[in-house]
């Protein structure tokens, strides 16, 4: 069992920077691919990000290459998401996930395990 916890969102100008934090209890953390996501009223969740349990390997929508940038600490139990040259359409609500079945990075919320509460993040223009 992993209980995740979002934090760092808020409301911030486009072209502004926002860095994401996800706090992970348990002991098995460090095991698990972890992904962001997010939600935008009326649309579907959708991927942001992703990363393997090393941290070895990324992964990236095309919507925020270049300006999203993936992290973890396996010994904070902890996983960032550092979000740079904001833009409005980038306001939704982000999400973290665990996958603890797989050792690729999904891209489906459907193959994620363990969500957090999520975190509103409102870009202005």
């Known amino acids: 069992q992993v209980q995740l916890v979002e934090s760092g969102g808020g409301l911030v100008q486009a072209g502004g920077s926002l860095r994401l934090s996800c706090a992970a209890s348990g002991r098995t953390f460090s095991s698990y691919t972890m992904g962001w996501f997010r939600q935008a009223p009326g649309k579907e969740r959708e991927i942001v990000a992703g990363?393997?349990?090393?941290?070895?390997?990324?992964y990236y929508a095309a919507s925020v290459k270049g300006r999203f940038t993936i992290s973890r600490d396996n010994a904070k139990n902890t996983v960032y998401l550092q979000m740079n040259s904001l833009k409005p359409e980038d306001t939704a609500v982000y999400y973290c996930a665990a996958d603890g079945r797989r050792i690729r990075i999904e891209t489906v919320p459907s193959r994620y395990d363990y969500w957090g509460q999520g975190t509103q993040v409102t870009v202005s223009s």
């Open positions: 990363i393997t349990s090393s941290g070895g390997m990324a």
